[in-house]
């Protein structure tokens, strides 16, 4: 549920779709899903309104499958909120994938991430880092779920056509890397 946070459905009254309450007169319980960041589900509980980083790597622009991935991923209630083509200098990629630091494919990972175009998305979304994580599919696209953008797109372990934010953390990191506050428009 979103809008004016002022103004809530009240979701434990299907059969009042039209009642509205002032949410300064709810306890804190509901006070929480008045939050912009917060949804209730049919169920009525309450769900995360998630931001998520979303990189479509160099191995999909190549192959002009942009378009085929954002359509996956808005499939799935993910909305993109900010979005932009860049080219990573090699400073970009290793400051971006510096947790991986020290692993073997480190080196071939930043190679890769700076060998040609990438897209760079913010999506926001219900429980939004872990439904693209979903969307995305196993790191290798071997072992992805079928009808995953890495089953469908990924050509294999390093060339596996998009990345996503693994954490609440890794998430608020990522982004704050990408995109200054001004460009993330909704
Ligand atoms: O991207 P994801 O979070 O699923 O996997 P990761 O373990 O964080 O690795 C980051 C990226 O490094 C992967 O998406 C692959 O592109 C690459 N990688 C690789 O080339 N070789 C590996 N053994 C592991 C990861
Ligand atoms: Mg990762």
Redesign the pocket.
């Known amino acids: 549920m979103r809008g004016d946070p002022d103004r809530l459905r009240l979701p434990y009254f299907p059969d009042h779709a039209a009642l509205f309450v002032e949410a300064r007169a709810l306890p804190l319980s509901c006070a929480v899903a008045i939050s912009p960041r917060n949804s209730v589900d049919d169920q009525g509980t309450i769900v995360a309104i998630e931001r998520t980083l979303s990189i479509i790597?160099p191995d999909a622009t190549e192959r002009n499958i942009v378009g085929l991935i954002i359509v996956r991923l808005e499939s799935a209630g993910l909305q993109v909120i900010a979005q932009k083509r860049v080219r990573w200098k090699k400073k970009d990629a290793k400051k971006f994938?510096d947790?991986?630091k020290g692993?073997?494919?480190y080196k071939?990972?930043v190679n890769?991430m700076t060998s040609g175009p990438i897209v760079l998305q913010v999506l926001e979304g219900e429980n939004a880092i872990l439904r693209n994580?979903e969307v995305?599919g196993?790191?290798?696209p071997v072992d992805a779920l079928p009808g995953t953008i890495r089953k469908d797109f990924g050509v294999n372990?390093?060339?596996?056509s998009v990345?996503?934010s693994?954490s609440e953390k890794t998430a608020k990191r990522e982004i704050a890397l990408c995109f200054k506050k001004s460009e993330i428009v909704g």
């Not at 372990?157 to 596996?160: A, K, T």
């Open positions: 790597k994938y947790v991986h692993q073997p494919f071939d990972l890769f994580r995305m196993a790191t290798n372990l390093q060339r596996n990345h996503g693994d």
